[in-house]
């Protein structure tokens, strides 16, 4: 009887090691996705389990929260231009007023593509001048981006994926009802990503491009970004969640080791995780990889023209 019962806790243990496994070997030859996830205008204080839960909830499911994010500027395109680049906003590097980045460089997403990555975003609004040179390609004609995921899942190639969520201007008493719709957008998000099993290869990103300042005298606290500009802290604090792919989340560090971050990080943090090696130099640093640095001194990026 004993014997038996060594030789099934032996099989069973032999079988749960085997399944392990080739979980594992799924995962890593599961193609690596990336979704960059922008909200207009929020704030960092108002991810919070009483107004956004299911943001909060998941969060708590293995993302990296930095409550320490604060963009350079508070104009929407730089931010964003910023994220997607790996250049700092504060320098001439980004164009402040719509223009496109000239003479036109190798960016990170032009690096991403020349790797087999299908570099994407699905709004009609990403064709604006600012965006242009990016290396970003734009597939306006269907803007649902749990519909697009499910069908890049069935492809199986590696993506980078930039979306953009946004509400209709409402007035300033109905800023929660925003928070509360966003909430449950990202809900809808989140379970397609554990459903359909994307978040085992996938790193989600989800950040800001500007807070919003909510008074009398100035419903908007977006200004053009210049070195004198005086930004307030509810415009420059914005949130900055990651969730790396499963099997990278045990040797994340804690925010509090990472300290300050800007959108700038985002793609030498991106880049680390996968363990690409970046053909430009960034602005910005490492999130996962490089010590806080409080003074924020960055190197200028080298700007190789394209051919």
Known sequence: MRLRFLFISLALALFILVSVSAIKQIERQTAAGIIILTVEGLQGALVNQQQMPRLSAAAAQG??????????????GSTIVSLLTGLSSLPSNIPSQGQPLYPPVMTPLHQLTDRGFVVVGLQPFMTKDVYAHLGLTVMADNGDPLFWLARQKQQGVPFLLWYHYVEPPREPS??????????????????????????RS???????????????????????PSKTSHLQDETVRLPLIIWAPQRYRSTLPDAEAIGRSSPMDLMPTLFGLFDIEPETTFDGRDLLRTPADNSRSRLRLKREALP
């Open 63 to 76: 993302g990296l929260r930095l409550p320490e994010h604060r963009v350079e500027s508070g104009g929407s």
């Open 174 to 199: 109905l800023q929660q009802e925003e928070v509360t719709d966003f909430d449950a957008w990202f809900g809808r998000l989140w379970d397609h990503l554990q459903k359909s099993g994307l978040h």
């Open 202 to 224: 996938t790193c989600l990103v989800v950040t800001a491009d500007h807070g919003e300042v909510h008074t009398e005298q100035d419903r908007d606290g977006r200004v053009s």
